[in-house]
């Protein structure tokens, strides 16, 4: 069973299109997180949620809004595609809340190509 | 964010020889640190991690060291295998659940 999976894997789209990641997490974990890596593999987090309630939001254009349904889903909504948003979107989850220090588990990614 | 930046961006490595893959961080008051390993095509892998009352840490077939007074990081892989091939990341943690990751190692294993 996949533990933090995210659909689509693939995203091919034009410019200033509207589009959304989904992602799941059967781990019973608290916490879940978007990360962006660009093209040089760098991994830099956006968003962190921990028990639908945001906790981390780093300086990311308002046009990504996270969503969390419940605590065992992240989505991701991007609003008015630009090409600079091209990257690789890997949602995360940890297992407790409050701030623990405790690794995170990766889902496989979503290759995200903005033309 | 934090810097978190690696010495050497990629490396290469004859099958059955020892790796070592460096990492310097530049927050001094973090206190705990990742080290992942990245496939082609997949997300980050947990591999080890240590906290910073510690400066050596073993798992099977890798090591951690953390030098905090140079502030700086290494993963050692014993016997580098072909299925190491891979990206490595450091990623450093301050405060709760949020860390900052480095730009990666990419690690070729020669057969």
């Known amino acids: 069973d996949t533990a933090v999976s995210q659909t689509p894997k693939y995203l091919v789209t034009q410019m200033g299109n509207d589009k959304s990641i989904k992602c799941e997490q059967n781990?019973?974990?608290?916490?879940m997180y978007w990360y962006k890596q660009d093209s040089k593999k760098f991994l830099k987090i956006m968003f962190s949620y921990n028990n639908k309630e945001l906790i981390i939001n780093e300086t990311v254009p308002n046009r990504f809004s996270p969503k969390s349904p419940d605590k065992a889903h992240l989505n991701l909504h991007i609003n008015s595609l630009e090409l600079g948003d091209s990257a690789v979107y890997f949602c995360?989850?940890?297992?407790?809340?409050?701030?623990?220090?405790?690794?995170?588990?990766f889902g496989p990614g979503t290759r995200l190509l903005v033309l | 964010g934090e810097n978190v930046g690696l010495h050497l961006p990629t490396l290469s490595v004859q099958e059955g020889d020892n790796s070592i893959i460096n990492c310097a961080y530049s927050?001094?008051?973090?206190?705990?640190f990742i080290w992942y390993k990245q496939e082609s095509g997949k997300g980050p892998q947990f591999i080890i991690d240590i906290r910073s009352n510690m400066d050596k840490r073993q798992g099977q077939r890798v090591t951690v060291l953390l030098n905090k007074t140079v502030k700086h990081l290494s993963l050692q892989i014993a016997a580098t295998q072909p299925g190491d091939s891979a990206v490595y990341f450091c990623a450093e943690n301050l405060y709760g659940n949020q860390f900052y990751f480095g730009t990666g190692t990419s690690l070729t294993v020669i057969p």
């Open positions: 927050n001094s008051a973090s206190d705990y």
């Open positions: 995360a989850s940890s297992p407790t809340s409050g701030g623990a220090k405790e690794t995170q588990y």
């Open positions: 781990l019973g974990h608290d916490t």
